[in-house]
């Protein structure tokens, strides 16, 4: 079945470092490709979404790419902030789009 | 109004008590779903409402009752839960485009105490 893989936290930055936090899927067809952001005590919240092949999904300074030929779904961001320290769900959605399949999430802890 | 809202934030509860969770949004989305998601762990999918009918039921529990009594509102029931039960239960809903649902949009969730 569909399934979603991405790096094992925690990743520990100091502010103004280069992120990247590693997201890989397997699934059938062309998937919608998605980054959930979770900080304390809070629900998901939807970051940035790529729907196919090659599309570029950005927000807040965070971009993710979806690369068909590696099955690939990378997020990036320049430089973080101490107000970036969350969780982060990689997820996709089916073809049929029944319901989100996520990854197990990658904390991530910025000091300043 | 892009919100989806659910009540109560919190819940502490015996395990022979009756409550419900309540959520809703007014996006006009057609599906509606409930997650569970124990902590440090991903969302776990429940159920799955799509035009106000039960389409995806995920093997859980009959203490946990679902129902949406119209396309803005979706309940959960709960009946004699364990305190293995206890989690953050979320509320999601996403929209149609060209045929197929899109992404989910969450609520804040209620953290659920089972005692």
């Known amino acids: 079945g569909d399934s979603v893989t991405q790096m094992e936290g925690p990743v520990t930055l100091s502010e103004e470092a280069f992120l990247t936090i590693n997201c890989t899927y397997t699934a059938t067809g062309y998937p919608s490709l998605f980054w959930y952001v979770q900080y304390p005590g809070e629900g998901l919240q939807l970051l940035l979404k790529?729907?196919?092949?090659?599309d570029k999904g950005s927000n807040k300074g965070f971009e993710a790419t979806y690369r068909k030929e590696t099955t690939s779904f990378h997020l990036e961001k320049g430089s973080v902030q101490v107000s970036d320290s969350a969780v982060y769900f990689c997820?996709?959605?089916?073809?049929?789009?029944?319901?989100?399949?996520f990854g197990k999430g990658t904390t991530l802890s910025v000091s300043s | 109004d892009t919100e989806v809202t659910q009540t109560p934030k919190h819940l502490v509860m015996g395990m022979t008590n009756k409550k419900s969770l309540k959520c809703e949004q007014h996006?006009?989305?057609?599906?509606m779903y409930w997650y569970k998601q124990k902590a440090k762990k991903p969302p776990e999918l429940m159920f799955v409402?799509?035009?106000?009918?039960?389409?995806i039921n995920e093997s859980v529990p009959s203490r946990f009752s679902p129902e949406c009594p119209n396309s803005s509102l979706l309940n959960l029931h709960l009946h004699a839960l364990q305190p293995e039960d206890s989690a953050l239960y979320l509320c999601?809903?996403?929209?149609?485009?060209?045929?197929?649902?899109?992404?989910?949009?969450f609520g804040q969730g209620t953290r659920l105490t089972v005692v």
């Open positions: 997820a996709l959605s089916d073809q049929a789009g029944t319901a989100l399949i």
């Open positions: 790529a729907t196919k092949a090659d």
């Open positions: 996006m006009g989305h057609r599906a």
């Open positions: 409402y799509s035009y106000e009918k039960l389409s």
């Open positions: 999601a809903s996403s929209y149609l485009d060209r045929g197929r649902y899109t992404e989910a949009f």
